[in-house]
């Protein structure tokens, strides 16, 4: 692992910065040296080293619901010693492996997989199988892996048309196990495997859970063997690290998983070590930060140059915007800077549709180009067209950046657009786990920042506790429902308009 500091951003040779083998590029932000000092100042006030050897030793940096966020654990292959309030979490992650690795060589004529999770028990699996598929030469199982989230029956038709109940699996995922999209999921493909005529042994050996809740596991008729655990101290945005993550040791083998830990570990162990001058995530932070600060930017964009990353800014929404979408910090006093909202898609599409607006639009809307060196494809066609790919990825950012005058108002770009190019050697598992948490440790060195607890979401259950009520009365059918304490008026005539 190499690394060169920011000396002088004006100057493209010397705005460069290395972390496993992952290139930043910050030329584009438009930071001179003193700007770069004083971010650096913000930092140590804000204590953020501290706060990163507090993450990693297990202290309860999660104070709203008192406890750690030790994901890093679940990535730690070297099996150090991790300790949570005096014990070492290390030999209960590790056999979750050993059982992980077991399972991969006993499925033998699976030909389908469901999983059934939402948000953090969705976003990462579903991202990693999507990426690793286009990784030339890798060797599946041939199983098809069915992500199952929405609880729109759409989705679950479409899964159940495809899949053979006979040689079906089922992996139900989610941390408390009361999740409701998720049990109301599980339950219909339950009914699918009776419907075909699965015998109650065939049923219960196609079912698998991973929750932090066993009980629940168990109550809900999986057995003991079948459930795997994850702790209470892994957020579900945090959680891929983890049995979470199953269906990509199962896709791809368990070497595969390994290597996808053993990238985000590297990335974890130049987090916890490097100077702030060299740290790839506390140097995206500030960035974001100082744009934040000088050009008062309230969204940013994710473009990954690759196909293969399609589901990335899908992931990074829930990354960025459930752990530090706050109004509040952590002494609960109103915040001036929290997350800006996150968008992207792969490019070059993304230049044919809203990059007319990244250009010439009135808003500031930083970008991270996410580029790879190597094609991810052993097409015949491959290096041209990888070779036009990162031209254009190249050619947008330096056309945002400087702009371009015109005697045409029309034909004026206003330029100033900052970007950060980020540069992968190759995409596969190591390097897709390496970016996967360059941007988790982003995110908390963000929160550190803006003093705002990255750990916990309470906005996402009170549209949960309000749905319960509405959902009661959308079941009464024709009769009136008036506005009450929990239905307002004008939810009350919805309800009205969907009954009638």
Same mark, same amino acid.
């Given at each position: 692992?190499?690394?060169?500091?920011?000396?002088? +951003?004006?100057?493209?040779?010397?705005?460069?910065?290395?972390? *496993?083998?992952?290139?930043?590029?910050?030329?584009?932000?438009?930071? $001179?040296?003193?700007?770069?000092?004083?971010?650096f100042?913000?930092?140590k006030?804000?204590?953020v080293?501290?706060?990163?050897?507090?993450?990693?030793?297990?202290?309860?940096?999660?104070?709203s619901?008192?406890?750690?966020? =030790?994901?890093?654990?679940?990535?730690?292959?070297?099996?150090?010693?991790?300790? =949570? @309030?005096?014990?070492?979490?290390?030999?209960?992650?590790?056999?979750?492996?050993?059982?992980?690795?077991? =399972?991969?060589?006993?499925?033998v004529?699976v030909? @389908?997989?469901?999983?059934?999770?939402?948000?953090g028990?969705?976003?990462?699996?579903?991202?990693?199988?999507?990426?690793?598929?286009?990784?030339?030469?890798?060797?599946?199982?041939?199983?098809r892996?069915?992500?199952?989230?929405?609880?729109?029956?759409?989705?679950? /038709?479409?899964?159940?048309?495809?899949?053979?109940?006979?040689?079906?699996? *089922?992996?139900? *995922?989610?941390?408390? %196990?009361?999740?409701?999209?998720?049990?109301?999921?599980?339950? /219909?493909?339950?009914n699918?495997?009776?419907?075909?005529?699965?015998?109650?042994?065939?049923?219960?050996?196609?079912?698998?859970?991973?929750?932090?809740?066993?009980?629940?596991?168990?109550?809900?008729?999986?057995?003991?063997?079948?459930? !795997? +655990?994850? #702790? @209470? #101290? *892994?957020?579900?945005?945090?959680?891929?690290?983890?049995?979470? &993550?199953?269906?990509?040791?199962?896709?791809? &083998?368990?070497?595969?998983?390994?290597?996808?830990?053993?990238?985000?570990?590297a990335?974890?162990?130049?987090?916890?070590?490097?100077?702030?001058?060299?740290?790839?995530?506390?140097?995206?932070?500030?960035?974001?930060?100082?744009?934040?600060?000088?050009?008062?930017?309230?969204?940013?964009?994710?473009? +990954?140059?690759?196909?293969?990353?399609?589901?990335?800014?899908?992931?990074?929404?829930?990354? @960025?915007?459930?752990?530090?979408?706050?109004?509040? $910090?952590?002494?609960?006093?109103?915040?001036?800077?929290?997350?800006?909202?996150?968008?992207?898609?792969?490019?070059?599409?993304?230049?044919?549709? !809203?990059?007319?607006?990244?250009?010439?639009?009135? $808003?500031?809307?930083?970008?991270?180009?996410?580029?790879?060196?190597?094609?991810?494809?052993?097409?015949?066609?491959?290096?041209?067209?990888?070779?036009?790919?990162?031209?254009?990825?190249?050619?947008?950012?330096?056309?945002?950046?400087?702009?371009?005058?015109?005697?045409?108002?029309?034909?004026?770009?206003?330029g100033?657009?900052?970007?950060?190019?980020?540069?992968?050697?190759?995409?596969?598992? %190591?390097?897709?786990?390496?970016?996967?948490?360059? !941007?988790?440790?982003r995110?908390?060195?963000?929160?550190?920042? #803006?003093?705002?607890?990255?750990?916990?979401?309470?906005?996402?259950?009170?549209?949960?506790? =309000?749905?319960?009520?509405?959902?009661?009365?959308?079941?009464?059918?024709?009769?009136?429902?008036?506005?009450?304490?929990?239905? $307002?008026?004008?939810?009350?005539?919805?309800?009205?308009?969907?009954?009638?």
């Open positions: 692992m190499t690394s060169r500091p920011l000396q002088n +951003p004006d100057n493209p040779t010397n705005s460069t910065f290395t972390a *496993v083998d992952v290139v930043l590029d910050t030329a584009y932000q438009h930071i $001179d040296a003193a700007e770069w000092k004083k971010l100042s913000v930092a006030k804000s204590k080293k501290e706060f990163i050897a507090d993450m990693f030793a297990g202290k309860h940096i999660n104070f619901e008192d406890r750690p966020a =030790l994901h890093s654990a679940l990535r730690n292959l070297s099996k150090s010693p991790v300790f =949570l @309030d005096g014990i070492d979490v290390m030999p209960a992650i590790a056999d979750v492996w050993r059982r992980i690795d077991a =399972l991969c060589n006993k499925w004529g030909t @389908d997989v469901i999983h059934i999770g939402i948000g028990s969705d976003f990462g699996p579903r991202l990693a199988i999507e990426a690793l598929a286009h990784v030339p030469g890798i060797e599946s199982r041939g199983m892996m069915h992500f199952l989230a929405n609880i729109d029956t759409a989705e679950l /038709a479409r899964i159940l048309d495809r899949a053979q109940p006979n040689s079906t699996r *089922v992996i139900i *995922v989610s941390k408390s %196990f009361t999740t409701l999209e998720t049990t109301m999921n599980a339950k /219909a493909v339950v699918w495997l009776k419907d075909n005529d699965c015998t109650k042994g065939q049923i219960a050996n196609s079912l698998f859970a991973v929750t932090a809740n066993v009980p629940a596991a168990k109550e809900f008729g999986i057995e003991e063997d079948n459930i !795997y +655990p994850f #702790w @209470d #101290w *892994v957020g579900g945005r945090y959680s891929v690290w983890s049995a979470v &993550g199953l269906p990509i040791a199962l896709q791809y &083998g368990f070497k595969t998983f390994e290597e996808f830990l053993a990238g985000a570990h990335m974890d162990l130049h987090f916890k070590n490097a100077p702030l001058e060299e740290n790839l995530p506390v140097i995206m932070a500030l960035a974001l930060l100082h744009q934040q600060q000088k050009q008062g930017i309230t969204a940013y964009a994710a473009i +990954p140059y690759a196909d293969a990353l399609d589901a990335f800014p899908k992931w990074l929404q829930q990354l @960025d915007m459930e752990s530090n979408g706050k109004s509040v $910090d952590r002494n609960g006093k109103p915040v001036k800077y929290s997350s800006p909202v996150v968008f992207g898609s792969t490019g070059s599409n993304a230049q044919h549709s !809203y990059f007319q607006l990244l250009h010439q639009g009135p $808003d500031i809307i930083p970008i991270d180009f996410i580029a790879v060196r190597k094609p991810m494809s052993e097409r015949p066609e491959a290096i041209a067209h990888h070779r036009i790919l990162l031209a254009n990825c190249l050619a947008q950012a330096q056309a945002l950046a400087h702009g371009k005058t015109a005697d045409n108002p029309n034909h004026v770009y206003p100033n657009r900052p970007s950060n190019l980020l540069l992968l050697p190759e995409l596969n598992a %190591f390097y897709l786990g390496a970016l996967l948490a360059l !941007y988790e440790n995110a908390a060195t963000l929160g550190a920042l #803006w003093n705002i607890n990255s750990f916990d979401q309470p906005g996402v259950e009170y549209g949960k506790v =309000l749905a319960k009520p509405i959902e009661k009365a959308l079941v009464s059918g024709s009769d009136p429902i008036q506005a009450n304490d929990d239905i $307002d008026a004008v939810t009350a005539a919805r309800i009205n308009l969907l009954n009638s």
